[in-house]
């Protein structure tokens, strides 16, 4: 039985490599939002920005952060690409004391930078499934190994 996330992460590679007429390049690095802990406990969640109906613009970034407020991931965008995005969502390493990340079933909050206006406020952004196959809950929650698709519009 082949799991319906190994069937997303498969069609995200496609999408990656350009094939069914769309691609979404890696993005460029994030310099508002810094991860400090990166776990091999994550899930992906990949999709556009658009600002004032627009693509999003150069500088422009996502990020993550867990029920207890922890940042959780962050992505560049990549505007050659209409504003896309892909972001690692790194979950907490039940091996240590610290609080890296998310874990199962936390309730996750995505904030955007944008350099000219700052951070986007809580309830600013408008979150869709549109275009992919398997709309995430919303708010979407942590789940290992999951994919989501979804974008963000601000």
């Given at each position: 039985?082949?799991?319906t996330?190994t069937?997303?992460a ?14 979404l ?8 939002y ?7 406990i ?33 992505s ?6 209409g504003g896309?995005?892909?972001l690692?969502?790194?979950g907490d390493d039940p091996t240590?004391?610290?609080?890296e990340?998310a874990?199962?079933g ?33 708010p ?5 190994r ?5 974008n963000?519009a601000?």
């Open positions: 039985m082949i799991r996330s069937v997303f498969f069609a995200t590679a496609v999408m990656l490599s350009g094939g069914w007429g769309q691609s390049a890696a993005p460029g690095a994030p310099t508002h810094l991860v400090k802990n990166k776990t091999p994550n899930m992906t969640i990949v999709g556009r920005v658009s600002l004032a109906g627009q693509p999003a613009k150069e500088g422009v970034e996502v990020a993550v952060f867990d029920a207890q407020g922890t940042l959780c991931g962050a560049g965008v990549d505007v050659a690409n896309s995005y892909i690692q969502v790194y240590t004391a610290e609080d990340g874990v199962a936390d309730e996750l909050r995505l904030e955007v930078y944008d350099p000219p206006r700052g951070p986007s406020a809580p309830g600013q952004l408008s979150l869709s499934s549109a275009g992919f196959n398997e709309p995430p809950a919303f979407p929650k942590f789940e290992e999951a994919s989501y698709g979804m963000i601000w």
